[in-house]
């Protein structure tokens, strides 16, 4: 879902001139933009180091829910998946700009009682490492705009329910809720202008989004 809505964004803005979708299926958009890898490993980019070269910045919106998985299970699916893309990625770019979707609530510390987080707090910490810019988005509930679905069943069960009541959550939850929208134009913006901090929560990736405090 998150993918689809940064694409959309992307093929939206003229800043943008080329886009290489990198998935498991085909992504169903026909545009003069889009070039399209599908493949069926993400734990050994190697082979297509090539045609990763040249780009400005990485849209990383790969990810999946922790529930009813082992913490060795969803380490694999995010730690070792996410690190394997971003290495061959730092190898042929060093000096782009990686925007990582993670979540609201990521320990940092790496410490903490909540599995997921722990584990989405070691990814974004070994990011930071890495020779590239690194810009880590932390979205809580992201609201589907433009006509962008999620995969994820329960996802599509509420979805009608949050739309009508997305209005009243903007209004007393705001720091908690973005948009699809929000979320694709924001890393477009770090990309092209950077960001004072390297981790983006909701209030941050709507700023950005509407073109503030970027420097």
Known sequence: MVGT?????????TRVSEVLVVGRT?????????????????????DLRPALAGYD???????VSAAGKTEAAYYHLTYDLTIAAAEAIAAVNSGLTFCYVSGEGTDSSEHGRVMW???KGKTE?????????????RPGYI???????????MYRVLSPPFRVLFPLLKRVAARHVTTSVNVGRAMINVAATG?????????????????QAAR
Not at 28 to 41: L, M, N, T, Y
Not at 57 to 63: Q, R
Not at 126 to 137: C, G, V, W
Request: with cysteine; charged share 25%; net charge positive.
């Open 117 to 119: 987080a722990r584990v």
């Open 5 to 13: 809505g940064v694409l959309i964004e992307c093929l939206e803005d």
């Open 195 to 211: 960001y004072v901090k390297p981790v983006l929560e909701n209030p941050d990736i709507d700023l950005v989004a509407a073109g």
């Open 143 to 153: 609201h589907p705009l433009k006509g962008v679905r999620s995969k994820t069943l």
């Open 125 to 137: 910490n070994q990011l930071l490492r890495m020779p590239f810019k690194a810009y880590m988005f």
């Open 26 to 46: 085909p992504c169903g958009v026909a545009h003069p933009k889009v070039r399209e890898v599908i493949r069926s490993d993400f734990f050994d980019f190697t």
């Open 57 to 63: 910045a990485c849209f990383f919106c790969l990810g």
